[in-house]
């Protein structure tokens, strides 16, 4: 397929864009608190995938027409200054909803999308916004086995569009067409304001229909084009959960296929979610069932075992992720191995060749190169210097109750098994600690620091015999 550029910089001059995103739905089919354009697919809310392929088609101002939910929807979106509000306290049809976005709208092409159809592809809006050039009215249209429930495109011999008539006030004949209406059009903004002002709510449902500008620009001579998308699923809406979580797999399966094609080796396609975005380097595998959110980089060779999430994490080449790991806002160095059953929360640090092992969980540490935890340990607050080794059990004591204090393991330290590193504590470098010591002073480097009772053996003692009641 080819590409179409419409960003081109001479276009957007000479064709400015503004996007009118509906978004005033309630949403009662959700059965949710959740105003329905805040429900995510991929992890990101509906309404943000609209925006993001807006600004992707360079829209000049982006005008979001909310109802239901508003302050919610506006809270989610805040901060983001290219966006304008207009508000449509009763939903009186699509193209009232159009005309409460006006005061808003400049420049010379109006994109009217919705904020429950997620996942129309960029190439297929800067298809319909060329098609629509020089003032033509453009529709994103497509053609459907089954068009029941859609307005459907009306043509005259000519093949020429005429009208969109919705499914409730359709002919008989009408009703046969198969040739649908997506909501999407591009509008000649001058256009606009005086052919809303003409709209009328003498139909079935007694709304404000935006379909019948197209009536009112063939009335005027403006010519019509239409163009369909490459897939169906471009232009399905949601409306309940069931649409929800189909357009979440087609998304999940576009963004795996697209990893695949990218050379990422993913064993199962089906069996991988992305919430977010990845990095990567060349010959990264990744086992079934895994699931990335936020910004994921992985370097060149590292590989990802099965049931592991990542969120926010940089993994450095040929580092391996054993199955069922748990990694947040973490580092991972180069060669290091994690896993399996591994956790790294916040500010987790590792260095090249680190070896994290099977339940051990790590938070707010930087540890050394070469060094290792590999059973059963809990490191946090801790600066670990390079070739350290944690024995099985250790852990350290970073909080009081009250404060939080740091450990500090110089490199080369080895730390005995079951030790309890009462922080704040420094253990010098090179220095061991005995099996089960708890260490609260400074421990010297180079020397061998035991903190735990003696043993001893009292010998000739007796085990108690049991007594006779009578
Ligand atoms: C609309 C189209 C129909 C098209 C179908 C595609 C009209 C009259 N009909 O029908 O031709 O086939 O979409 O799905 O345009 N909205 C508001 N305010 C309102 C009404 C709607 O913001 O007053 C928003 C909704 O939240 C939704 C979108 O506009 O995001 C479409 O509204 P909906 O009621 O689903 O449109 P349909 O009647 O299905
Ligand atoms: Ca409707």
Redo the contacts with the bound molecule.
Sequence with gaps: MAAIHFNSPLLIMTNTLNVVV????QGKRMYSSLPKVLHPIAGKPLLGHVLDTARKLGAARLVV?Y?HGGEQVQAAFAGQPDLAWAL?AQ???????LAQAMPHVAGDVTLML????PLTRLVTLQQLLEASAGGKLGILTDILDDAT???RIVRNEAGEVQA?V?QKDCSPQQAQIRE????ILALPTARLAGWLGELKNDNAQG?Y???DLIALAVRDGVPVATVHPQDHWEAE?INNKVQLATLERIHQRELAHALLAAGVGLLDPARFDLRGSIRHGKDVVIDVNCVFEGQITLGNNVQIGANCVLKNVTIADGAIIHPFCHLEDAEVGAAALIGPYARLRPGAELAANVHIGNFVEVKKATIGEGSKVNHLSYIGDTTMGSGVNVGAGTITANYDGVNKFRTVIEDGARIGSNNVLVAPVTIGAQATTGAGSVISKHAPAGELTVARARQVTLTGWQRPVKQNKD
């Design positions: 509906l978004a005033a739905g027409v109802g449509q939903q009186l049809g699509t193209g009232h909803a919705y904020g429950d159809v429930g859609y307005g969109i919705e649908m209406n997506t909501g709304e229909y935006a379909t809406g």
